[in-house]
Every structure is written in C-alpha cells, then in structure tokens.
C-alpha cells in the first residue's frame, strides 16, 4: 500500500471546510416530492442507475490522475486522523487529488503528487518532448493504425517497449464497465418509459463491447429522448486533457498526421448524470426550439459551413431535478457546469444522423442566499442598473449559450489545439447575446427581458482572481469582459460597472463573427493569437475581483446527494 503526505495543512483544510469557504450545492432529499411522487418502477429504476454512476465516477477518478485511488484508499485507512477526514471532504467535492479553486488557486491535496498534462490517460512519466518523439517515430516506421488508436478520444495510453499503445476505455476498465452494464439493464427492468429503457439497454451494450459505434447508437436515442420521467446521461468531454492537444503546436508532427489522415482528438474524460425531469421546467425551456433555425440562418458566415442544427430539428432539451453527478460532471473545480449541450461534435452519433440533447441542472442553479447576491449587486453594479438584474435571467443566458452550441461549423475544431475549448466556449457566450434582440423581435423575449438578459450577463461576467490558460470557461470570460470594454459595452464608474445597455449586442455580434471565422479557417496560429490578444486581466477587473472577494469567501464547492446516497445503500 503506497503512502502518501498531505498537501494541505490542518489550519488550511480546517479554512477550506469551514462553511464560510466550503459552497454546498444541495440535490434531492429521500422527501423530496420530485421523487415521492414517481410511480414505484422509477423509484427502483433509480437506483441502479445512481450504482451505475457511482461506477463511472470510479472510473472516471482513474482517467484523472493515476494516484486518485490509492490516495483515497490511504485517506480511509487514516480515517481517525483529522487531516485525513478534512482532506477526504475535499477529495470528495473536487472529485480527486488535483484541482483549482474559485481564485484559480492549484489545490494538491498530495503532497508531491502534481496534475499532469496527460491527466491519468497518459503514462505519468511522459514528457510532451518524449510523446511527440514516439509519436513521429511511430509515423515513420508506418504504425499508422496504432497511432489512431493512441489519438482516439476514448483510449487510455500505455508504454509498450519503446513504443505506445491506445487501449480503449471499455477493455482497460472492463470489470468496472460490466457492473454499470448489469445496473442499467436491472433499472431497465422496472423504469415505466420504453423509450427510456430501450435508450438504457443500448448503454449497457456499449459498457460490455469497445466498439465507438455501439455508443452512437447509445448518444443517438439518448438525443431523441422529449418525454422521460428520468434522466441518466454519461457525459463524454475532453476539457481536461492537455497533451494530446500539443501534437498540433509542433508544425512537423501536424503536417505529418494530415498527411496520414489521423485526427489528435484530446481524450474523453466520464461523468455519469442521474435525476428526475421537471416537466414544468422543461415546458418552458423547448419554447425557443422552433427559433433555431431562423438563429442557424443568421450566423455569421452560414453560407460556408454546413450547420449543427438542420432543418428536422434534431434537438431535444430537459430541465432535470439532480439526484447524482459522478465523475467529470460533478467535478467542483473551481466551479461546476449549469448545463451540457451533448454530444460534442467529435462523436460518432452526429455522423450517423443523430441530434443534440440539452440538460439543464436545477439545484446547481439555485440562488442560495440572496442577502449576498445583494450585497454583491451593491459593491460592483451601478445601483441605477439593479432593476435590470434577475438571476432567472442567467438561466435564458444559458439556455441561449447551450443552444449556441449547436449552431455554427459541425466540426470539432482539434487543429485549434489547446485553444478550441476556449474558442468553442467563447462562441456560445456570443451566440446567446449576438441573438438577443433577435429573438426579442420573433416574441421570445420581452424588451425588458432583453436589458434583464444584458446586465444580468454583463454583472455575473467579472471573476473574482484571473484564472489560468487551462480552465477554458474562465478564460472566455475574461475575453469577453476585455473585448466588451474596448469597444464601449460597459464602464466603470466610481468603481461599479455601468453596462451600456443598447451597445452590448452589437458588440457580441462583431466578436461572434470572429470566433467562428477562426473556427471556419482552423488555424491554430489564429486561434492563438486571438486569445492571447483578448485574454488581458485588466486593472478594472482586478478592482472589481478584489470587491467579490470581500463578500464571497467561497474557494471550494461540494454536492449534498442524501437521495443518492441512501439509493446507492
């Protein structure tokens, strides 16, 4: 059994758990009358599937970083240590050893034990000098089919001998796989949605065999499921790998894989979703699909790409009571995802003609305590402007953000390299405001909704610290708020920000025409110099980060999952 130091000390862990420091995002309760009052067949369903994401979250901890287990396993033999208990709350919340806090702070809660590049899907002793050394000799010596299988999204890579080996995910965790499999194909017995089951059914199939076409058909009925009582998704994402993303910044490397035709796509990293459809909630999210298209028609060279949403509106969309996040989606780094718009354009099922599904997470974006959201608004917002600020506006921002997603080039940008996430995140943003007036005109949106949309954004966009280069939804944000001071969309004025109502989406309308001509060309020296160009903490930022840091204490979040707990039991 290995052993290991804490990186934290005691006075630190005791800061960072004290209620002050540590945000609780409380899901489900066992009372709770979302699942009260589901017929007994979903009560039993639910269940297995929140055993089937606990499963993914384990598997998901490995993909992390090679040590999480072990270091789990070390803070549970330590139990009756104080530091070991502290240190486990926060392994917990961030979901492994590495992290970052709300100030962008790197948290190592292992001593010595730093996040890699390649995360825990990469050999840990491996350079991205050595890896791209291998790579091109595995090139040269003609190993083209083992290098696609290094490079895929959903292999985790080995040494063999001098050279490397992708094993797929499925075949490295087999066991693991085989036991989500047995938990989806028991919820299936007794869910009461067919449709819902048959979705469940060609999961667990995908689980058992490593065949990408398997979880295709698996994405594409998940994508079509409308009118569910549950939720279960497993989130496929590559935010986190940042080495196989290199291979496009060494232009030799990068010629020589475009001649072989071999795509660097980063890895996935696994989460699994569990929770109840609020239908209420979901009514009211659905009412901007039949707008897609005219949105599709009025993004910026649309003449020139062929587009994510097409004319059958391939395009479902949820609001989700949340019983469970494991793994990658219930990850608090820093902060925690409000909603997903999958799958990402990487995947198999959009080429075989599936669509797109987008889940909403309720409690994650429940306003806790509004005597803070007050004493915020005071510091930083020019009071004039207060009226203009509701939080249920940052919901329609997001519902515009994540539909954004599937608007624009159907590609998935990986010559962009380290910078596509950003890029990709950054269109979103742009996405929702480029199209607010828009959509004011077609009668989704209300004049006073749309400066309630504007301010909200422009108020929520400031950080409280500068993140760094690898935390892609940060990044954006600092972009935009440099971008939309340059040109006038707000000002500060004796220190609160005063947002120039009218300017603010012309100004996202020019910036979202130079996000997707970067997307269009995929140029990684375009992408580059764009964010280097735009990613400037400037001193307006810094005064208002300072102020939020006053009157927000929050460094680390967590989950309260008592439902999910008592399920798993």
């Known amino acids: 059994m290995k052993e290991y130091d804490y990186g934290l000390s005691l006075e630190e862990l005791e800061k960072r758990t004290h209620k002050d420091y540590l945000m609780t995002k409380k899901f489900l309760a066992p009372d709770a009358p979302e699942y009260l009052n589901l017929q007994e067949g979903d009560k ?23 040590d999480n287990l072990g270091f789990e396993e070390f803070l549970n033999r330590n139990k009756s240590d104080k530091r070991a208990k502290l240190t486990k709350i926060l392994f917990d919340a961030q979901k492994g050893i590495n992290a970052v806090d709300t100030l962008s702070n790197k948290i190592n809660l292992a001593k010595g034990i730093k996040e890699l590049p390649g995360k825990g899907v990469y050999p840990d002793d491996l350079s991205v000098e050595e890896f791209h050394s291998i790579i091109k000799k595995m090139i040269e010596e003609n190993k083209i089919d083992e290098v696609k299988k290094i490079l895929t999204q959903r292999s985790v890579v080995e040494r063999s001998g001098e050279y490397l080996v992708g094993i797929d995910y499925v075949d490295k965790f087999r066991d693991d796989f085989a ?15 067919e449709d819902f089951n048959e979705y469940l059914i060609l999961q667990a199939k995908a689980f058992r065999t490593a065949d990408p076409m398997f979880d295709a058909y698996a994405d594409k009925k998940w994508a079509e499921l409308q009118d569910t009582p549950l939720e279960f998704t497993i989130t496929r994402e590559n935010y986190e790998d940042e080495m196989t993303g290199t291979l496009v910044e060494n232009p030799e490397l990068k010629a020589l894989l475009e001649h072989h035709g071999i795509n660097p796509t980063p890895k996935d990293f696994l989460g699994g979703r569990v929770g109840i459809v609020n239908k209420k909630g979901t009514e009211a999210l659905t009412a901007i699909k039949k707008y897609l298209p005219e949105l599709a028609k009025n993004m910026p060279y649309c003449d020139e790409y062929e587009q994510n949403i097409s004319s059958d509106l391939k395009q479902t969309m949820v609001d989700v009571d949340m019983v469970q996040a494991a793994g990658d989606v219930g990850e608090y780094r820093g902060g925690i995802t409000l909603a997903e718009n999958l799958p990402n354009d990487d995947k198999l099922s959009l080429q075989i003609g599936g669509g797109r599904r987008n889940v909403y997470h309720r409690q994650i974006r429940f306003i806790s305590d509004l005597k ?34 599937s608007l624009g080039p159907k590609k998935g940008c990986e010559k962009l390299g380290k910078y596509r996430n950003i890029i990709e995140e950054n269109k979103a943003d742009m996405g929702s405001l480029a199209f607010v007036d828009l959509l004011v005109k077609l009668g989704m949106y209300t004049e006073e909704q749309r400066k309630q949309i ?7 966009n400031f950080l409280k610290s500068k993140p760094n280069l690898s935390q892609a939804h940060r990044v954006r944000t600092v972009m935009q708020n440099n971008y939309f001071a340059k040109h006038g969309a707000y000002e500060i004025v004796d220190g609160k920000i005063h947002v120039n109502i009218d300017k603010v989406v012309p100004i996202a309308q020019e910036m979202l025409k130079e996000i997707v001509r970067i997307q269009i060309d995929e140029k990684f020296e375009d992408a580059e110099k764009y964010v280097n160009d735009n990613f400037v903490w400037t001193d307006n930022m810094e005064l208002i980060g300072q102020k939020l840091q006053k009157i927000n204490k929050t460094l680390n979040g967590r989950l309260e999952t008592k439902l999910a707990d008592k399920l798993a039991k």
């Open 372 to 405: 803070k959201l007050q004493e915020r608004l005071d510091a930083i917002l020019d009071k004039n402007q207060h009226k203009y600020y509701l939080d249920e506006a940052d919901h329609w921002f997001t519902i515009g953000h994540e539909n954004a997603h």
């Open 179 to 193: 036991k989500a499999a047995d938990e989806l194909e028991l919820a299936a017995k007794t869910s009461t949605n």
């Open 44 to 66: 039993q369903a639910l269940s297995h599937l929140v055993k089937a994401a606990n499963v993914i979250g384990r598997i998901n901890l490995q993909l992390d970083s090679h």
């Open 454 to 460: 504007i301010v909200t954004f422009i108020a929520d």
